[in-house]
C-alpha cells in the first residue's frame, strides 16, 4: 500500500484555507530574506537548522501583528483578565501550530515545495518545549489554545526552566536520564522583556513599624518575563504565556568584593539563578526540597506583581497608575491555580495588599477569596503538598505570619459552626501539628479560593466524600466539576490529517471549534464505505508509526496486527505491570500451543519513570526484558511483539495517537484523577479497554459501555476490598496461569544472567501491593479475550470506532474552558474574529 506523506495529506486539508498565489510569492519573500539576513550573515551554505529557523521567523512574523493588535485591544476595553498559574506547561512544538491555528500551512506548505525543500524534515528539528512532567503539563497547554481560541483575555504564567523533563535513553534495558538542553540553539517563539524584570524577595525577617509589618534584610533575585506567542485558531487572537527566568541582581553578594574574592561573587551568582535552571522530574509526588519551594514563590511573587500592575494601569501604553483603589479587583482579575504548587499566590496576594497597598485585612482577604480559584489534580496522599513550618519561616517569614493568621480566623470559623469538635478542627487546619509542624496546601488552597474543582466527575465526587468532606461540609458552595478536555487542533488537526479530510467530507468544518458536532458522523457508523475509508486512514497511520519504529529501534513489526498502547508516566497506579502480566499470558499461551488461532498484537508501552522512582525504573526494565524473550522467539513470529519507545513526548505523542488501536486505561479505579491520553486516543479512532476511572467513566457515558472494553473493580468494590484486606495470595493460588507470570517475574526466566533482577516486583504484587492488580487480572484478561475476538471482526471493530469518534465532542478543552469561563471566571467566551492585523476594526 502506499502512503502519502503527511506534507501531501495535508495540502488536501480543506480546513487549512485556500492557497493564494501571491500569499504563496509572499512566504517564499519572506523566507529568503530570514535566510540570508537573518541567519548566514557570515557563511556562504544554509544548513537545515538555519532553514528551520528562517522558517519559524517567518511564520512569527505573521504572528506579531496580531500579537499586537490583540494585547492593544485588551488594553483599550479592559475586560477582566483571567491567570492561568501552572509550575507546568507541557507545549511541544510551536512551528505545526501556529501555521494551522493561523491558517497558513497549506501556503507555507506549498512555498517550501517550490523552495524545493521538504517541511516535514523542518518541523522534525524543532525542540519539543517540554516544561512538564505530563497530564497536569500538557493540560495547562491545550487550556491555553482553547483560551485563545474562545476569545479570553487570558495569561498563562510559569517558569522558563533552562532545562525541561529529561530526554529518556534505553540503554541495556533501563532508562538513563540526559539533560534537556532545549533552549541550546535558541528559541525562536520566545520575547525577551526585560523592561517588565520584577524583584523577588526570599529569607529576610519582619519587623513591626508604625505603618504595620515590614519585610526586612532580604536576598533579592529578579525575575525576567519571556513572552511566548498563543495565537487562537482562525481568530486573530494571539495571547501570552510569560515565563520567568530567574537573574541575579548585579550587587549579589556584595560583601564578597569588599574582602577581595571578585571572582567567587561573580559565581555566586548562579546560586540565585538557579531557581530557573530545571524542571522538577516527579509526576504525582512531593519532594519537598527548598529549591522547588524557592521556585514556586518566585513564579508567584513575579505573577502578582504583574496582575497588579496590569490592573492599576488599564489604558493602552499607559504604564502610569490609573487605578488608585482595589474594590474593582474581583470584577478585573481571576486567578486560576493549577494544583497547589501556585498555592503560594494566597497569601502573596494578601501580603502585597496589606503591606504594600495598604487595604486592611477583611477587606484584603475578602479579595483574595473573591480572585483565587484552585484546580485539585489528584487524591494520592504521597502527592499532596504538605510544607514544613520551619522551612516556610526561614525562606518566607511574613508568609508564615499571614498562613498562621488565616488558619486562626478560619479554625474559629469551623469552631463556630462545630463547637468543641476538636478532631474536625485538627483535620480542618492549615497546620498539621503530628511530628514536624507542616502546611497543608491544599487545605490553604479551599480556604483561599471561592471555587474547587476536580478534573472529572467521579473525582470531584470522591473530592467532597473523602480527602475534602469536612471542606465540602462546611462550604459545598465552593465546589465544583470541571472535567478535562483536549484541544483538538493539535490532537486531531495536526497529528491526523487523513481523518480530517474524512470528516470534513461528511459534516463540513465547524467541528474544529464546535467538537460536539463530530455526533453528526453517528449517522455513518454502519456504512461499510465510511468504515472502509476510517479502517484505510487508520492503516496508513499504523503504517506510518510501524517505519518510524523501524527506523529508531530496528525492529520490523506487524502493521496488520493490533497496535496496543500503553503511553503514560510510569507510576504503580497506572498498572503498567498489568499489562505486562497480560503480554506474559499471551506469551506463554502462544508456547503451549504455537499452531492455535491467534489475534496478533504489537503491544507498545511509552513513558518516563522519575530518576528516584525505583519500583518504576523496574517497571521499564521488566517490560524491556519480556520484549527481549517474546520478540525473539521463533515460536512466537509477529504473532506479538512488545516495543517500548523511548523518549516519550508530545511530539511522539502526535505520532502514536493516530495510529492505536487499543488504548490502554487501567488504573485502579478511584486513583486516575481524570486521565487526558484516553481522549485522545478516544478521538483519533483507538477503543479502549479501561476501568471505571477518572474520565473513562464519561467516555462511556457519552460513547456506551457497549463500544468500550469496560473491566474490573468499581471505586466501591476497591473501598470494600480495602475494608476485608487484600490478599493477593489469593489470587496467585486461584489462578495457575497468574502464578505461572509471576514465578516467571520471579524465578529469571525473563533475566537468565541476573535471576534475582525482578524479584522486588513479584514481592510488590505479592506483599506490597496499594492499587490491588491481581484483583483485577482474571476480569482484565477476559476484556482482552474480547478485545480480540472483535478485532477479528472488522466491520464491527470499524463501527465502534466511529461512535467513539463521534462520541469524544464533550473531551473538547473548549467545552472545558467554556465551563471556567461562565461558572469561576465570571467572564463569557466568544467565538467572535478580531480583526486581521491589516484591516481598520
Not at 69 to 97: A, I
Not at 436 to 461: F, Q
Not at 612 to 621: P, S, T
Request: charged share 25%.
Amino acid at each position: 500500500m502506499s502512503v502519502q506523506t503527511d506534507s501531501e495529506k495535508r495540502k488536501q486539508i480543506s480546513v487549512r484555507g485556500i492557497v493564494a498565489v501571491e500569499n504563496v510569492t509572499e512566504v517564499k519573500k519572506a523566507f529568503n530574506r530570514h535566510v540570508h539576513y537573518t541567519l548566514v550573515k557570515d557563511r556562504n551554505v544554509a544548513t537545515p537548522r538555519d532553514y528551520y529557523f528562517a522558517l519559524a521567523h517567518t511564520v512569527r512574523d505573521h504572528l506579531v501583528s496580531r500579537w499586537i493588535r490583540t494585547q492593544q485591544y485588551y488594553y483599550e476595553n479592559d475586560p477582566k483578565r483571567v491567570y492561568y498559574l501552572s509550575l507546568e506547561y507541557y507545549m511541544g512544538r510551536s512551528l505545526q501550530n501556529t501555521m494551522i491555528n493561523l491558517g497558513i500551512q497549506g501556503t507555507v506548505d506549498e512555498a517550501l515545495y517550490q523552495l524545493g525543500l521538504d517541511i516535514e524534515e523542518l518541523e522534525e528539528l524543532e525542540e519539543d518545549a517540554g516544561l512538564g512532567n505530563g497530564g497536569l503539563g500538557r493540560l495547562a497547554a491545550c487550556f491555553l489554545d482553547s483560551m485563545a481560541t474562545l476569545g479570553l483575555a487570558a495569561y498563562g504564567y510559569g517558569i522558563r526552566y533552562e532545562y525541561g523533563i529529561f530526554t529518556q535513553k534505553i540503554e541495556n534495558g533501563e532508562q538513563k536520564e540526559e539533560p534537556d538542553d532545549w533552549l541550546r540553539f535558541g528559541n525562536p517563539w520566545e520575547k525577551a522583556r526585560p523592561e517588565f524584570m520584577l524583584p523577588v524577595n526570599f529569607y529576610g525577617r519582619v519587623v513591626d513599624t508604625p505603618q504595620g509589618k515590614k519585610w526586612v534584610d532580604t536576598q533579592v533575585v529578579f525575575a525576567m518575563p519571556y513572552d511566548n506567542p498563543i495565537p487562537g485558531y482562525n481568530n486573530n487572537v494571539v495571547n501570552t504565556l510569560r515565563l520567568w527566568s530567574a537573574k541575579s541582581p548585579v550587587d549579589f553578594n556584595l560583601k564578597f568584593f569588599n574582602s577581595g574574592d571578585y571572582i567567587q561573587a561573580v559565581l555566586d551568582r548562579n546560586i540565585a539563578e538557579n531557581i530557573s535552571r530545571v524542571l522538577y522530574p516527579n509526576d504525582n509526588f512531593f519532594e519537598g526540597k527548598e529549591l522547588r519551594l524557592r521556585q514556586e514563590y518566585f513564579m508567584c511573587a513575579a505573577t502578582l506583581q504583574d496582575i497588579v500592575r496590569r490592573y492599576k494601569a488599564s489604558k493602552f501604553g499607559c504604564r502610569d497608575p490609573v487605578r488608585t483603589t482595589f474594590e474593582s479587583l474581583p470584577e478585573k482579575v481571576a486567578i486560576q491555580l493549577n494544583d497547589t504548587h501556585p498555592a503560594l499566590a494566597i497569601p502573596e496576594l494578601l501580603r502585597i495588599l496589606i503591606d504594600i497597598e495598604k487595604v486592611s485585612y477583611e477587606e484584603a482577604w475578602d479579595l483574595v477569596v473573591k480572585c483565587c480559584a484552585y484546580t485539585n489534580h489528584t487524591v494520592l496522599p504521597e502527592a499532596l503538598e504538605r510544607w514544613p513550618c520551619s522551612m516556610l519561616e526561614n525562606c518566607l517569614p511574613r508568609h508564615m505570619q499571614l498562613i498562621y493568621h488565616i488558619n486562626f480566623l478560619h479554625l474559629q470559623e469551623v469552631q463556630k459552626r462545630w463547637p468543641g469538635d476538636l478532631d474536625r478542627l485538627r483535620r480542618m487546619s492549615l497546620i498539621e501539628e503530628e511530628g514536624d509542624k507542616r502546611v497543608n496546601m491544599a487545605h490553604l488552597c479551599i480556604v483561599g479560593s471561592h471555587a474547587v474543582n476536580g478534573v472529572a466527575a467521579i473525582h470531584s465526587e470522591i473530592l467532597k466524600t473523602t480527602i475534602f468532606r469536612d471542606f465540602y461540609e462546611m462550604t459545598p458552595e465552593k465546589f465544583q466539576n470541571k472535567t478535562n478536555g483536549i484541544t483538538p487542533r493539535r490532537w486531531l488537526l495536526l497529528c491526523n490529517p487523513g481523518l480530517c479530510d474524512l470528516i470534513c467530507d461528511k459534516i463540513g468544518e465547524d467541528w474544529t471549534v464546535h467538537l460536539e458536532k463530530l455526533q453528526q458522523l453517528k449517522r455513518w457508523s454502519k456504512d461499510p464505505a465510511f468504515q472502509r475509508a476510517v479502517m484505510k486512514v487508520k492503516q496508513e497511520n499504523k503504517l506510518r508509526l510501524a517505519s518510524l519504529i523501524e527506523r529508531d529501534t530496528g525492529i520490523k513489526i506487524n502493521p496488520a496486527s493490533m497496535f496496543d498502547v500503553q503511553v503514560k508516566r510510569i507510576h504503580e497506579y497506572k498498572r503498567q505491570l498489568l499489562n505486562i502480566l497480560h503480554v506474559i499470558t499471551l506469551y506463554n499461551r502462544i508456547k503451549r500451543d504455537p499452531t492455535a488461532a491467534f489475534t496478533a498484537r504489537t503491544v507498545m508501552f511509552g513513558g518516563k519513570a522519575a530518576p528516584g522512582y525505583y519500583i518504576a525504573k523496574q517497571i521499564i526494565a521488566l517490560a524491556c526484558a519480556v520484549g527481549n524473550t517474546v520478540n525473539n522467539d521463533p515460536d512466537v513470529g509477529d504473532k506479538l511483539k512488545l516495543i517500548y519507545l523511548e523518549n516519550y513526548r508530545v511530539s511522539l505523542a502526535e505520532r502514536i495517537m493516530p495510529a492505536a488501536d487499543l488504548s490502554e486505561q487501567i488504573s485502579t479505579a478511584g486513583t486516575e484523577a481524570s486521565g487526558t491520553g484516553n481522549m485522545k486516543f478516544m478521538l483519533n479512532g483507538a477503543l479502549t479497554i479501561g476501568t471505571m476511572d477518572g474520565a473513562n467513566v464519561e467516555m462511556a457515558e457519552e460513547a456506551g459501555e457497549e463500544n468500550l472494553f469496560i473491566f474490573g473493580m468499581r471505586v466501591d468494590d476497591v473501598e470494600a476490598l480495602k475494608q476485608r484486606g487484600y490478599n493477593a495470595y489469593e489470587y496467585y493460588e486461584r489462578n495457575p496461569e497468574l502464578r505461572q507470570c509471576i514465578e516467571q517475574i520471579r524465578s529469571g526466566f525473563f533475566s537468565p544472567g541476573e535471576p534475582g533482577r525482578f524479584a522486588s516486583l513479584a514481592d510488590v504484587l505479592l506483599q506490597h501491593d496499594r492499587f490491588m492488580h491481581l484483583a483485577d487480572y482474571d476480569a482484565y484478561i477476559e476484556a482482552q479475550e474480547k478485545v480480540s475476538a472483535v478485532y477479528q471482526n472488522q466491520a464491527k471493530w470499524a463501527e465502534m470506532v466511529i461512535e467513539n469518534i463521534a462520541s469524544s465532542g464533550k473531551f473538547s478543552s473548549d467545552r472545558t474552558i467554556a465551563e471556567y469561563a461562565r461558572e469561576i471566571w465570571g467572564v463569557e467566551p466568544t467565538w467572535e474574529k478580531l480583526p486581521a492585523p491589516h484591516v481598520t476594526p
